[in-house]
DNA sequence: CTGGTCATGTAACCCGTTACATGATTTC
DNA sequence: GAAATCATGTAACGGGTTACATGACCAG
């Protein structure tokens, strides 16, 4: 049970509705956590019974009614106890990489073909990393941000998935480039 | 269902008992890939009934008897088949990324310890993985090897698990003097 | 003689994914 | 008129994790 604690981390940003939240996991938490729409609804309901979080009904007339939740104290003293608590090693689960490895076995035009896809998606989440960190240090520069300002996790963990993005463009750039070298070679 | 292709990928390096696989998976694969050794065990049965791979047992008189298996043609197609579909989108789940974004709200000296660990482990991943590409390389450059060796497949997946963990290191290291300094500054 | 390595599995449980379900409003 | 957005769920299935199980050899 994990996916809590990330709803939870998530809640700490102010309130939220189930369908609010799921965006916001497409967004910013998606570099290191992913959920489901259904998963979070789900999750939420628990929460909620629980007493970790406490939701209100928002009445709208031209909408569907929402209802948006905030952390309670029960459920700060949990992430606490999380925090805390030793945490168990990050893992990547990635298609691309099995095929990458593979291609000496198999076509790779494939291959070629979904490493520039990947590229693409870098940069669009490039960019909406970088807008994200804009928007949260406001003014301030990096240092005097992380020194002086009030909500810094965030900012962190958006430092991290930007690099990792980063990374991620320019090897799929350099594996695409040295995979089409060859096959142009080879012909 | 995808663990199956990552244990055809790393059945291309050659024969390997679930065992040995298990270890592999630690080494090299786990940084794309992640799975427990009764989960091996369990694929590689399933592989071999399916006719993706074969076994040969090994009578050993020190030791227990071992099976090694090898992918069979059939396999290579499963492979290509797989190769050339869209990927699904990779995914990371990290704990430790959680508890930094609730850094503002829990106490942040376990998160600091936690980050100390990482960039231990991210130390000696690096090493390990600088080790692989020097013994996949041979006398050659990287860049020859990677236009003209015969297998360059694992050389490039490792070439990305490095970055990711020499930029995990740097941003655990980076992280963790941030959080240092602030709570040095609030007492 | 304790703990690590070699070696292979079974069974139960839980979490995550896929599929299904609904329905009004706004935008192109 | 079609497609996207807002909004919230239930149910079935399958894969992944945890726990359990066994046993011989070797190093400190």
Redesign the interface.
């Known amino acids: 049970m994990?996916l809590r604690?990330?709803v939870?981390?998530?809640l700490?940003d102010g309130e939220y509705s189930g369908y609010e939240l799921a965006k916001t996991f497409d967004a910013g938490?998606?570099?290191?956590?992913?959920a489901l729409p259904q998963q979070l609804y789900l999750e939420l309901s628990k929460l909620e019974s629980d007493g970790l979080i406490a939701g209100r009904q928002v009445v709208q007339e031209t909408r569907p009614n929402k209802r948006l939740f905030t952390v309670t104290e029960a459920g700060?003293s949990e992430?606490?106890r999380?925090?805390?608590?030793?945490?168990?090693?990050?893992?990547?689960?990635?298609?691309?990489?099995?095929?990458?490895?593979?291609?000496?076995?198999?076509?790779p035009?494939?291959?070629i073909r979904?490493l520039d896809e990947?590229a693409r998606?870098a940069t669009t989440k490039i960019d909406i990393f970088e807008g994200l960190l804009r928007r949260q240090r406001g003014d301030l520069e990096e240092e005097l941000f992380?020194?002086e300002g009030?909500?810094?996790?965030?900012y962190?963990?958006c430092?991290?998935g930007l690099?990792?993005e980063q990374?991620n463009l320019?090897?799929c750039t350099r594996?695409a480039a040295?995979l089409r070298?060859?096959t142009a070679?080879h012909r």
Chains 1, 2 share one sequence.
């Open positions: 994990a604690h990330a939870l981390a998530a700490l938490v998606a570099n290191f956590w992913h700060i992430l606490s999380f925090a805390f608590a030793a945490a168990r090693p990050s893992f990547i689960r990635d298609d691309l990489m099995v095929k990458v490895r593979s291609v000496d076995a198999v076509d035009a494939g291959v979904q990947r998606i992380l020194r009030d909500r810094i996790g965030p962190l963990t430092l991290r690099r990792f990374e320019d090897w594996t040295v070298g060859r070679a």
